[in-house]
């Protein structure tokens, strides 16, 4: 059996060797997460640059004619269709 002095030696050695592990996995632990949250944020710039050109491009292809957007702006859609817009009092 070894002398206490050197058992607490050997523990605090020990324990020095599981904390600094520790230290090991939590900043690889540390470095996976910033990593997938970049990638989060990135694609979610991508997803919402992508629904910002799709949005445009279907407003480019809905551009009416001046006349049927007078048309339009003078009517209302109902259910009986397009009707008059109904004037304000």
């Known amino acids: 059996m070894l002398p206490p002095d050197q058992l607490t030696q050997q523990a605090k050695k020990r324990r020095a060797e599981e ?22 944020e990135q ?20 551009l009416w004619s001046p006349e049927i957007q007078q048309v339009v702006e003078n009517k209302v ?7 008059e817009k109904p004037k304000k009092a």
């Open 43 to 62: 694609n979610s710039n991508q997803a919402t640059e992508d629904k910002d050109e799709t949005e445009d491009k279907e407003v480019e292809q809905t």
């Open 77 to 83: 859609k109902s259910f009986f269709g397009w009707v």
């Open 19 to 40: 904390d600094a592990e520790k230290e090991k996995q939590r900043k690889q632990h540390e470095a996976e997460y910033r990593k997938k949250v970049l990638q989060d």
